[in-house]
């Protein structure tokens, strides 16, 4: 069932046997696995079932270190939470991302992929993929039906890796029909946790203390506590309830909200492809979403490139993956970026819920100069039209790499209140040189390996990637790290079980348990982990003996 908790009475209390704090794409799928089991649930979600800019306000906070970004908009909180403005990426972490690396500090999980490979299995019906692997050869068929070939790198140290594409799926929409029916599950929208509230030895979580914006308060006792909502959000909760541990819930060794990590994005040298027409469908990320004539056009795969793991191993690499960027012929002109801040008003109104002022505010203030170039906007307008059938000839490369883990990159609280009375957070996410050093040999091990291939010309006098650094970095808005998977607990936040160390009963969920975080987008990952955490809690029902409840006012 869902529910408006701004209808609920003023001081309510509600028992159940799990508490999930966060309505993505990590709780929607633990709350509804362990309902179908049978256990009662309650799941908060901060948002409605649509976009509204007043809790989205609730996400702002400061930045300190590279993003530039404002933190309201590289979330969506509303039912689905971020599947909501997610491009639909999937691949699974490399075995080698689980590995502890030597020439990677704090690296390693204390789990391996194969321990992960059954919910892995399981993530691809929740994501709507089909049940089959990322092997090219899994996919030769579905590659040659596209009249295109994969890039010739034997002996380049390069290796083709492949990536599914969800739809994407929307949780809060795909999901919602099930969510509403379960009779032992309640979502309670425009339910924001307030304060994780536990006993006075700070081992056990007793309730979660909830809030509206119509200052509805109202408390949640369960057996069993997740917190799943986001690599952020998830810290600032543990970090503001420190009435009984005043360090925060789990803070005893300095480790929440510490090792923020985002995955770095650079855009660099511009490319001249030899025969476009051989590659481009498969590695340009232009095509990712196309229009044609008949309607949108989802594309099923992509491919991009990666050192080899014996590569990064004898050369000390992190993992990386790089893909083309078609340059359109006016992409520099004030007509293509007063485009691109169009696209953007309008995708703030879909996404995060800006009012129509602000939106019609940002559209029109961009007319004079459409109208001004009115040719260059014509020819902009039909060449980013006609993307799809024409095979450029010039792109950019753009570089997506894992960040080496950073104790000083971390999330904080700051004297600042939001709506609600809550301090607001301050992101410090910070690069190393290390980062700096793994970007420049990655970027020009792809260089060498395809002029090697004799796939492209470099131009010359163009972006190069070293002069970009750190002015061209752009996140991907993936928040992990921050109450990292270790069994250690001096070194991270959970066990390998995602339970709080020196907690009985409270769990993480999400990208801010990952240690170390591969290059690819964490979704897939997070559902898996979403998806074992829900054994494993029901692992613990069965073992106690607890006689499942329902969720009750």
Known sequence: MIVDARQLAQDETISTDNCIVGGGAAGIALAIELAERGFGVVLL????????????????????????????????????????????????????????????????????????????????QWLQLPE????????????????????????????NVLSQLSPPTRFGMQYRAKLNALPNLKVFLFANATRIVTDDSGANVESMEVATLNNKRFSVHARYFTLACGGIENARLMLMSNQIQPAGVGNQHDVVGRYYMDHPRVKSHWLRLADARRFRSLYDATLHRIHTGRGKVSRDIEIHLAPTFEMQRALHLSNSRTYFVARHSND????????????????????????????????????????LNAPTTALTVADVRFNSTRARQ????????????????????????????????????????????????????VLDGLAQAGIIDPLNGTHEGEAAWPDDIVGCWHH?????????????????????????????????????????????????????????????????????RRAAI
């Not at 909180?77 to 690396?101: A, H, K, M, Q, V």
């Not at 089959?132 to 890039?151: K, P």
């Not at 570089?399 to 999330?411: A, G, H, L």
Request: net charge neutral; hydrophobic share 35%.
């Open 132 to 159: 089959v692997g990322y092997g090219l050869s899994e996919w030769a068929h579905s590659i040659a039906s596209r009249h295109a070939d994969l890039l010739p790198l034997d002996g380049t140290g390069l290796q």
């Open 45 to 124: 979600e901060g948002g409605g079932l649509l976009p509204d800019p007043l809790t989205q306000q609730l996400y702002a906070g400061e930045n300190l270190g590279l993003a530039r970004e404002h933190l309201e908009e590289t979330r969506s909180r509303y039912l689905g939470g971020s599947t909501n403005c997610w491009g639909g990426w999937c691949r699974p972490l490399d075995d080698i991302d689980f590995e502890d690396r030597p020439w990677i500090p704090d690296s390693g999980w204390p789990i391996t992929k194969s321990v992960l490979a059954p919910s892995y299995a399981k993530s691809q």
């Open 480 to 548: 992990m790290g921050t109450t990292r998977m270790s069994a250690d607990p001096r070194k991270g936040v959970v066990d390998a079980d995602c339970r709080v160390h020196g907690m009985s009963n409270l769990f993480i969920a999400g990208s801010s348990v990952f240690p170390t975080v591969g290059s690819d987008s964490p979704t897939i990952t997070l559902v898996a982990l979403a998806l074992r955490l829900a054994n494993k809690i029901a692992e613990e029902f069965s073992s106690a003996m607890f006689p499942p």
């Open 394 to 445: 010039y792109y950019s490369i753009e570089t997506v790499f894992e960040p080496v883990p950073n104790r000083d990159s971390r999330i904080t609280l700051t004297g600042s209140r939001d709506a609600l009375g809550l301090p607001r957070v301050a992101v410090d996410w910070r690069l190393t040189e290390q980062d700096h050093d793994n970007f420049t040999r990655q970027t020009r091990l």
């Open 332 to 371: 520099l002109t004030k007509s293509f970026l007063a485009l691109k801040a169009l696209q953007r008003a309008i995708s703030g109104r879909s996404h995060f819920g800006y009012p129509r002022s602000r939106v019609l505010r940002d559209v029109l203030s961009q007319i004079p100069t459409l109208v």
